[in-house]
């Protein structure tokens, strides 16, 4: 069919999907390279802008729907990209390239770039973006301005404060602080990833944020010594025993939820008297050999006879198989003692009776999996866990004289106290 004057009348008149069951091609008479597509199998008509380019390449390149573009813009843009592809720009290949400089693409480069980042903040990174930044994940990276971030950075904060206003855990400004400025932070570290890459970049947005990142004020919150006898009764009466001995596990060695939650039977040497949590399941990225106190070897060998529960320690009906953050568990505490806490609250509790008991500093740090430093002498310090077995003793023995823990008269311990609830532990 030779080439016809395009207009709307004309557009409308051609049926789709077309009689010969094929795609037909209508050309425009005023613009060369301009035409109308109609579909063979259905009822869409798409404009289009074709030419050849300068190496020789045909290139077609849609320019949108009849349905979604009027026929006067579809006929600008197919000029302006007639233009281009007339002095060489192929502009399938710059649409290839801002999709593959979109924020989810940027992220995902990102994480597959470095291998050696821990699991845990990569999920960090991918929650941060894809709960916060949404609507930003299929945008081209340079089309994120620095009034969108300094905006945005605000509503974050803003709605997760409001979300949180009335909740019996609260949360505020300060949790919605640190959400935003988390979200930010990855843009910022996505954008300094990309520029490596891609020079023209415009500056990174998250300049603007010098002066507005949100004071985190950090949390102090634990179990006061004198709440412990209290604190400690109300987790022994709780009905579900499996989120009893979970919140007795990470009052008595420290571990992070996420590291407690997810163990397996597999990571529990009796034999050795360790808690092997492998690298890939802590937040620093390191393993950690933690030597059982003998409160918390009895309790794993009390759980350990209730069942195996698919591998897991804690197994509960959840999607991941093991129980999450036992917030259930600290409501019931709350309403029986007053005293709310979370998971962390109870690691903090943990670190600060450790320090009462002056043992080493570094042997501190060994338990609960920090590091132990950058410096040089900090560089030599081997901490094994056989010189980790008497810190750990002597902070449980605290842990318990707090709680008002006391063994039975006339028990000789001989490393498995195999009468535990007759101790009043449980």
């Not at 350990?304 to 009906?317: E, I, L, Y």
């Amino acid at each position: 069919m030779p080439p016809i004057k395009l207009t709307k009348h004309a557009v409308e008149k051609l049926r789709a999907p077309d009689a010969s069951s094929k795609q037909r091609l209508i050309w425009d008479a005023e613009l060369k390279g301009f035409g109308v597509l109609v579909s063979g199998v259905t009822s869409s008509k798409t404009y289009i802008a074709q030419r050849r380019l300068p190496d020789g390449r045909t290139r077609r390149v849609t320019v949108g729907s009849v349905e979604e573009i009027d026929l006067d813009k579809a006929r600008s843009e197919a000029a302006d990209l007639l233009y281009d592809m007339r002095h060489g720009k192929d502009p399938k290949a710059e649409r290839r390239r801002c999709a593959a400089g979109t924020l989810r693409a940027t992220l995902d480069e990102y994480l597959s770039a470095n291998k050696r980042l821990a699991e845990r903040t990569r999920k960090e990174y991918r929650k941060s973006v894809e709960q916060y930044l949404s609507k930003w994940l299929d945008m081209p990276l340079r089309d994120i301005t620095a009034d969108m971030v300094e905006d945005h950075h605000a509503a974050i904060a803003a709605g997760i404060a409001k979300a949180a206003n009335g909740s019996r855990r609260g949360g505020g400004l300060n949790t919605g602080g640190a959400a935003a400025n988390a979200a930010m932070r990855v843009v910022r570290l996505l954008w300094n990833h990309a520029t490596e890459r891609d020079p023209q970049l415009p500056p990174n947005p998250v300049r603007r944020l010098k002066r507005a990142w949100f004071a985190q004020v950090r949390r102090e919150r634990l179990v006061k010594a004198d709440d412990l006898p209290a604190f400690y009764t109300a987790v022994c009466g709780l009905p579900n025993t499996t989120q009893r001995d979970f919140v007795l596990l990470l009052l008595f060695t420290g571990l992070r939820r996420s590291e407690a939650a997810s163990l397996r039977w597999d990571d529990i040497d009796f034999s050795g008297g360790l808690i092997r949590v492998p690298a890939a399941r802590t937040k620093p990225g390191r393993k950690l050999d933690l030597p059982m106190s003998s409160f918390v070897r009895d309790l794993l060998i009390r759980r350990r006879a209730v069942g195996n529960d698919n591998g897991w320690v804690f197994g509960a009906d959840s999607e991941t198989g093991h129980v999450a953050e036992p917030g259930p568990a600290f409501d019931q505490i709350a309403q029986a003692t007053g005293i709310r806490v979370t998971s962390h609250d109870l690691r903090r509790t943990f670190i600060t009776i450790a320090e009462s008991t002056d043992i080493s500093v570094s042997a501190l740090k060994a338990l609960v999996n920090h590091s132990l430093g950058n410096d040089v002498t900090s560089g030599y310090i081997q901490m094994t866990t056989e010189r980790l077995r008497e810190p750990a003793k002597r902070v449980c023995d605290r842990i318990k004289e707090l709680c008002k823990i006391n063994e039975p008269e006339g028990i000789v311990k001989m490393g498995i106290v195999h009468d535990y609830a007759e101790r009043g532990a449980l």
